[in-house]
Every structure is written in structure tokens, then in C-alpha cells.
């Protein structure tokens, strides 16, 4: 076990990096199919993913169900791949959740795994105080780097007021934070309270907000911290919603980074950070409050034959009616931000 990044994976998470939320591959039997489990890991890495972040939202919250006990399984799956056939500097994420103690033996499973950051959900701590939350944090981060998330309160999240970022930061072990609350305000929470804490420098912000993907990238926020000016920057993604089309989503990040270290936005990437957003709608399933949002990240994957089919493990999860219509919108409206002709390209070799 460590509480401290590597140099190399260090300065790549902050420069800013490309990392999918992993998806769960099944069978139509509800069963991990590990061959396609392996063969998006492998998908990501050749599109040019800086990271992977496994066992999150998107890997399905209900991986840790004793009736699946699928948690170690698909860290170790993700990890094998890794080792193989991503870069030295590659960023291993691995989702933690519970109580403390649950948190803390999930934390040392990842470590065991080979992960390096730990990405801590608070949703057990739902209307807990902020003491209580600021320990189980502490309690993670002796085991293993931290990464801060505010997920959105429509899928399982809880509000995390600025002090609770603010005191949050001061940890030493925390290195980055997923911000995800698809919400202007609580977004300015979480930069306001690190620049608070004087730690803005130490800690890598990451977008998680699906809905403004872009806007988020390109902006820089400005917040006083003892009589001086403090520019933050968003510098990645962490997102559900580049674990489809990622190959053009690291192109995208790539431009991002350039425009903002300049001074004029061209207003082409003002128009498609629309674009981005009405796709994110449709795999999300926004208009039935996210209800499909693993399901229509599914069908994307299926239309390209990384996956076999839909499947959650839950089986009330899946398509909200409409929603592969809307799929098919956004494919036909936007065909410039899709690889699917890269993944065709390679879909036999990352399958084998």
C-alpha cells in the first residue's frame, strides 16, 4: 500500500487525461463476460485514454452485491490489460464506496490490484455531517491516493457544501476531484473550496459534469485566496461519457487544452460544446432523469460490437422508451464525433 503517486503518473494526471469510467461487460445471462470486459480496457488504451476508473458508477455500484461479488474480479480483469498494453504513466482508478470499513478494505483491494488513486463516493454519508465525512476521507487516504467525487443527487449522490471541499483539500493524500454534480453552483463549491484551502496547485481537477463537458474544459476560474488572484483550470475527464466514441474524445481534450492556454476561444468549439451535450443527453437518458444513463452508454458500445448487448445487473435497468431513437438522433446529427470506423477497424484484435 502507498499514499503517494508515482513521478510519472503524477505529472499525467496533472496534465490532464482522458479516463473512461470502465463499463461492465455481461451475457445475456447476467454473468461478467470477461472477454469483452478486456476488450474495452484494450478499446480505451489504443484510442488514447490516459487512465481507466474502474469499478465506478458506470461499472455498476452493484458489482460489491454478495450475489455478484464481482468487485476484485473486475479491478484484477482491468489491471491484466493494463499491464499488457498501456504506458508506464497510465492512470489506474479504482471507485470506492460504503461505510469507512467497507471503504478502507476496498481501498486496500485496489491497491492489491495495482490502482493508484482511489475515487471516493460519499453517497453511504447521504445527510451525514461534515466531521464524519471528513474522517472517512482521512481513513481512505492513509491507504491510498484520493480523488474527491460529487456525484449528482439523480444518481445516488448527496450535497457537499464548501466547507466540506475546503477541509477536504487540506488532506495531504488527496490528489484530484471528480466534479459531477451537473450543477453550476456546486461546481464553483468545490474550486472555491480547495482555492480556500491553499492547495489548489497540489490538486487536479476533473470534469465530471456530462452536461457541460467542454465549457468546463475551456474555462479557467478565478477565486482570491489571501489578496491574490488563484487560477484553476479544469484539465480532464473522468466520465461516463467517454467510455463511447473515446477516440475523438481525446482529440477533443487535446484541442481543449491548447484553446485554454490561449487567449481566444474559437466560437467552432462553442457550437460543439452543444453538440457534446445533446449526445450526452441521449446516452444519459436526461429527459427521464438519468434512468437509462448505463444502459444508453451500453447501446453505443453495442452498435459498435464491443458489447454484446444492454444487460445491467440489476434488471430493471436498461433503455427508457425513446431512448435508442434519441441514440439514433444524435449518431445521424453528429457523425464527426464518433470513431466508430477506428473501432471497426480494430474490434477483431482487442476481441481475441
Not at 488504451?45 to 473486475?74: C, M, N
Not at 449522490?157 to 476531484?177: K, T
Not at 475551456?218 to 488563484?230: K, Q, S
Not at 425513446?322 to 477497424?345: K, S, T
Amino acid at each position: 500500500m502507498s499514499n503517494a503517486l508515482s513521478k510519472n503518473v503524477e505529472m499525467a494526471f496533472k496534465k490532464g487525461q482522458v479516463i473512461p469510467a470502465h463499463p461492465l461487460a455481461l451475457t445475456a445471462e447476467r454473468k461478467l463476460d470477461a472477454r469483452r470486459q478486456r476488450a474495452l480496457s484494450r478499446y480505451y488504451i489504443a484510442a488514447g485514454a490516459g487512465g481507466l476508473a474502474v469499478g465506478v458508477h458506470t461499472t455498476q455500484f452493484e458489482i460489491r452485491d454478495p450475489k455478484w461479488d464481482l468487485y476484485r474480479s473486475v479491478l484484477e480483469l482491468a489491471a491484466c490489460v493494463m499491464d499488457a498494453e498501456a504506458p508506464a504513466d497510465f492512470v489506474r482508478v479504482a471507485g470506492i464506496v460504503g461505510n469507512t470499513r467497507q471503504a478502507v478494505s476496498e481501498a486496500e483491494t485496489a491497491c492489491d490490484c495495482g490502482y493508484q488513486i482511489g475515487l471516493v463516493s460519499l453517497r453511504a454519508f447521504a445527510g451525514a455531517r461534515v466531521d464524519a465525512m471528513i474522517a472517512h476521507c482521512r481513513a481512505v487516504a492513509d491507504v491510498i491516493p484520493v480523488m474527491g467525487f460529487y456525484l449528482q443527487p439523480a444518481v445516488g449522490g448527496c450535497v457537499l457544501p464548501f466547507d466540506f471541499w475546503r477541509r477536504f483539500a487540506e488532506i495531504e493524500s488527496v490528489v484530484g476531484i471528480k466534479i459531477a454534480p451537473f450543477n453550476r453552483y456546486q461546481t464553483l463549491d468545490v474550486i472555491r473550496g480547495v482555492v480556500a484551502s491553499g492547495r489548489a496547485k497540489h490538486i487536479a481537477f476533473y470534469t465530471g459534469n456530462d452536461d457541460n463537458i467542454v465549457m468546463d474544459l475551456l474555462t479557467t476560474h478565478r477565486f482570491m485566496h489571501d489578496g491574490a488572484a488563484v487560477d484553476v483550470r479544469i484539465v480532464g475527464g473522468l466520465l461516463g461519457h467517454w467510455a463511447v466514441w473515446t477516440k475523438k474524445a481525446v482529440k477533443m481534450l487535446r484541442a481543449c487544452q491548447k484553446i485554454a492556454l490561449s487567449e481566444n476561444v474559437p466560437r467552432e468549439m462553442l457550437t460543439r460544446a452543444i453538440e457534446v451535450t445533446d449526445c450526452n443527453a441521449a446516452f444519459f437518458d436526461a429527459p427521464n432523469a438519468f434512468s437509462g444513463c448505463i444502459a444508453g452508454v451500453h447501446e453505443v458500445l453495442r452498435r459498435q460490437g464491443l458489447l454484446e448487448g444492454v444487460w445491467c445487473l440489476n434488471p430493471k435497468e436498461g433503455l427508457s422508451c425513446g431512448q435508442a431513437e434519441e441514440i439514433d438522433r444524435v449518431y445521424a446529427a453528429y457523425p464527426h464525433l464518433n470513431d466508430d470506423a477506428f473501432v471497426a477497424r480494430h474490434l477483431d484484435e482487442w476481441l481475441r
